[in-house]
């Protein structure tokens, strides 16, 4: 029995001793260290940021190889924020106060952004928000804080244009309760009647599952509703219930998240995807840029997934960032902001460089003015890459067609 | 977009019919967590992973062996049964040996801790995507003015067929009396030859079968994926406090009064507000009723 203890005891003690080792083990000392929060576990939409944190990691991997920043090699310490406000602040003060990180980039979700973008502006640190679309983010016109993704009042402008284009007049949305889903809903209730289009919405809980009561009412009213918004997130349940509802087909299921690029929509939802609208900042049918091509391809080789939008944004993140250090010669936070100001580098999806001329809510603050596109799948079971642009119609690849059209 | 008087009046109907196929879901949810707490008196928390073990079950049982949800079901079922009975062994069986001081306190630590494992075991394992095992009933079924999608109705009705077939067990069978005379008194019931470990054990295989059944049931529904328990597991502790703790009739009872009173409000008043109707029936339970609809107070019990 005694040995049986004395067993357990070195086991433990071996196993603390290695813990201890790889917590405080040194990194290297030349290092710039690079922040990144992401949503990594639930309730954070920890698919996409997974896979966000593989496009960084790989954007920094290649980095490194071409000789890193100012001749040092750049490492990313990953925090993970669970899409709350609370974890992301500590977050963002620790990799600042404890891991002297340089920078920070990253985030898929709005309020945490905001929580970091507050830690950042106290302490003086750089944040680039990478994949978040809330107005106040860049719209507190903090000087260290810079965003890659698009902002929700500059969307709304191409949205307005899209819903005239493909003719809609009754318009019923579901918008989950997060400063994302509740932004938007705000806005249209306003701005589509302005332009003679009828709007009428539920606001349900972020983790909610079954909305077929707010959808069954949707599919109660008269005249019947010729689109359905799902301002969610996570928008596979509520495209699968409109359906079972029978407000879709004849309602078009526009879902306004980027989720649907996912291959895995097809074994989720099924056929009931075909027809869908969705959008996104980035389709390989709209990609001329040389870099952009060849980081899609690696990301390919490393993950067996293509390139979407979140993943582009990950790496023209990193481009930036690292085109200004090596501008600025230095990672010193003020020289490094007048270098983001004025950098001008070859992203995935062309040219990346940062506006401010505060249009649109006064949200355009150190914002780079990111491709928007509506996408459709056109066939069962197709793959994103395949799937066509049908807005805007100035780069489109095929005419928009309605979603009871494909189901006769 | 407005609505018509007959649209209106079909739209309460759709709803009621909604609230109540969803309210025998919910009991559903609850009944394995009644069954664990009335004959144990231990909160497993860690309920909603054996429903989210359930989907994943249906569909790679479906996927792999090419069967359909029905004949996987069952399949679902032994898996997570026999998932709760490894559970048991290992974790809870030790409350039964006298290896450990606090009962109450361990259950509530070693359940939680369970949760935290197998969430993880299937972020890692079954990875982070959403699936959906096949569906039972893959068409809508018409009620008169109001019509439902059929793996609601199958889910509701086999809901009602499993409540029912426990309450009966529990009321009816010797082992069922066994599970009664443990919740009672564990001593007496071992003066009486009841072995409490092999109760414990079938109760968990019985309550981890039951979730694994919902999560199947559901799967077609509602998806699986890895954190899908988080949702079922506090609803099922909302009506198993409404309904009274470890009661299998007020699971029902108090499933079909949430289910109504969500579905209803969320049209009717505000949808956002959705989980919060739960709470407040709750709420209200608790201060009128403390040991719910069909519970039985502490001094009752003794």
């Known amino acids: ?408 | 977009v407005i609505q018509t008087f007959d649209s209106a009046v079909n739209l309460l109907f759709s709803l009621i019919l909604t609230g109540l196929v969803i309210g025998l879901i919910y009991g559903l949810y609850a009944v394995g967590l009644a069954l664990i707490y009335g004959v144990m008196r231990i909160p497993n928390f860690a309920h909603g992973e054996f429903y989210m073990l359930g989907g994943y079950a249906l569909y790679y049982v479906t996927l792999l062996l090419g069967v359909n949800s029905w004949v996987g079901l069952p399949l679902a079922i032994l898996i997570g049964a026999g998932a709760g009975y490894l559970f048991e062994f290992t974790c809870i069986r030790p409350i039964y040996k006298g290896k450990v001081a606090d009962p109450g306190t361990y259950s509530t630590l070693v359940t939680f801790g369970l949760l935290i494992f197998l969430e993880n075991f299937a972020l890692l394992v079954f990875g982070p995507w959403t699936v959906a095992p096949p569906s039972f009933i893959p068409f809508r079924i018409q009620f008169g003015i109001g019509a439902m999608e059929g793996d609601r109705v199958a889910a509701g009705l086999i809901s009602l067929g499993i409540i029912v077939t426990v309450y009966l067990f529990l009321k009816k069978t010797w082992v069922g009396k066994a599970f009664q005379a443990t919740s009672q008194n564990v001593q007496g019931a071992q003066i009486q030859g009841i072995n409490p470990a092999t109760i414990s054990a079938l109760s968990f295989a019985i309550a981890s079968g039951i979730a694994a059944a919902t999560g199947a049931l559901l799967g077609p529904i509602f998806m699986v994926y890895p954190n899908v328990g988080a949702v079922p597991v506090g609803k099922a502790f909302t009506i198993n406090v409404v309904g009274g703790l470890g009661s299998i009739s007020g699971c029902i009872v108090a499933g079909l009064i949430i289910g109504l009173v969500e579905t209803l409000l969320s049209v009717y008043v505000n949808a956002a507000y959705k989980n919060l109707y739960g709470l407040i029936v709750l709420v209200v339970m608790v201060a009128i009723r403390p040991y719910g609809l069909f519970g039985k107070s502490e001094e009752t019990r003794r």
């Open chain 1, 1 to 408: 029995m005694q040995s049986i203890a004395i067993a357990v005891v070195i086991v433990v003690a071996a196993i603390a001793s290695a813990a201890i080792w790889y917590l405080t083990r040194p990194v290297e000392a030349e290092d710039i260290k690079i922040g990144v929060c992401l949503p990594l576990s639930p309730p954070g939409a920890y698919v996409v940021g997974g896979k966000m944190k593989s496009a960084f990691q790989l954007a920094i991997d290649q980095l490194n190889a071409k000789g890193g920043l100012l001749g040092k090699n750049v490492t990313a310490i990953y925090e993970d924020t669970q899409a709350s406000p609370e974890k992301a602040t500590a977050a963002a003060t620790k990799l600042i106060t404890q891991d002297h990180v340089a920078f920070i980039v990253g985030e898929a979700h709005s309020s945490p952004a905001r929580a970091i973008s507050e830690v950042c502006h106290k302490y003086n640190v750089i944040f680039i928000a990478t994949d978040v679309w809330a107005d106040d983010i860049t719209g507190t016109h903090y000087p260290t804080i810079f965003r890659i993704a698009p902002y929700n009042s500059y969307m709304f402008i191409g949205y307005l244009d899209a819903f005239k284009q493909f003719g809609y007049k009754n318009v019923v949305a579901l918008a989950e309760t997060t400063d994302w889903g509740i932004a938007v809903d705000n806005y249209f209730k306003t701005a589509l009647p302005a332009i003679g289009i009828s709007y009428y919405s539920h606001t349900v809980d972020v983790a909610s599952t079954d909305m077929t009561a707010e959808l069954t009412e949707f599919a109660s009213r008269t005249p019947k509703p010729d689109l359905f918004l799902a301002l969610q997130t996570e928008c596979f349940l509520p495209t699968k219930q409109a359906f079972e509802v029978g407000l879709s087909p004849t309602a078009q299921i526009f879902a306004m998240a980027t989720k649907p690029a996912f291959p895995e929509i097809w074994t989720a939802v099924g056929n009931k995807a075909t027809g869908l609208i969705f959008v996104n900042v980035y389709h390989p049918k709209a990609v001329t840029s040389q870099v952009g091509m060849e980081f899609n391809a690696a990301f390919k080789a490393k993950t067996g997934f293509d390139a979407d939008g979140e993943i582009v944004e990950c790496m023209d993140t990193i481009l930036a960032l690292t085109d200004a250090v090596k501008k600025a010669g230095t990672i010193n936070t003020n020289d490094v902001i007048q270098a983001l100001e004025t950098v001008n580098v070859q992203g995935s999806r062309g040219p990346v460089s940062f506006t401010t001329n505060l249009t649109f809510n006064n949200a355009q603050w150190h914002q780079y003015m990111s491709p928007l596109y509506i996408i459709q799948y056109t066939e069962n079971n197709q793959l994103y890459n395949d799937a066509e642009i049908v807005y805007p119609l100035t780069s489109n690849t095929t005419a928009y067609v309605p979603q009871k059209n494909f189901f006769p």
